[in-house]
């Protein structure tokens, strides 16, 4: 099973993955700075709920990143991306309405992310956090529980040989 996630937990499982097409390219201005950029999910892949067998799209993504190395041993990373997140699956619609349930919302979501690496004689040590706003996704803006960003990160060292 392929699980979907929101901002708390799992929205569904997929039957099948999803077709992820992607493109992005790299520019460096300088020697010590990289310029990237790419888009994700290019087909926008339409897949199917393995529960409740709803379709679901998988959505289009835009991310880029800034990559500065002032010495050879050291980089300064940071970066954004944008995309639609499935949230919560609609309900079908109930007898005599209208039509147009069976299948799910979605809502947008923003992220920043910063990071260092730094390589000594081929052991690498990378450290990355992600900053996203969840501002948007709150239902009730009385709502008292701190929802509004959430910080996560990860760290990786590895060798070379």
Not at 92 to 112: D, I, R
Request: net charge negative; proline share 6%; aromatic share 12%.
């Amino acid at each position: 099973d392929y699980p979907i996630y929101n901002d708390f937990t799992t929205v569904s499982y997929l039957r099948e993955l999803p077709v992820n097409v992607a493109a992005g390219i790299a520019w460096r201005p300088i020697e010590t700075l990289t310029v990237t950029a790419d888009v994700r999910n290019i087909l926008e892949d339409d897949v199917r709920n393995e529960i409740n067998d709803l379709e679901m799209e998988v959505k289009r993504s835009y991310h880029l990143g800034l990559e500065w190395s002032p010495a050879a041993w050291a980089s300064l990373r940071a970066g954004y991306y944008f995309c639609q997140r499935a949230v919560e699956e609609k309900s079908p619609p109930l007898p005599f309405e209208s039509p147009g349930g069976n299948g799910y919302e979605y809502e947008k979501y923003n992220a920043f992310t910063i990071g260092v690496g730094l390589d000594f004689r081929g052991i690498s040590f990378d450290i990355g956090m992600k900053v996203d706003d969840r501002a948007d996704r709150l239902e009730d803006p009385n709502d008292l529980e701190l929802r509004d960003t959430t910080a996560l990160g990860s760290a990786t060292i590895s060798y070379s040989f």
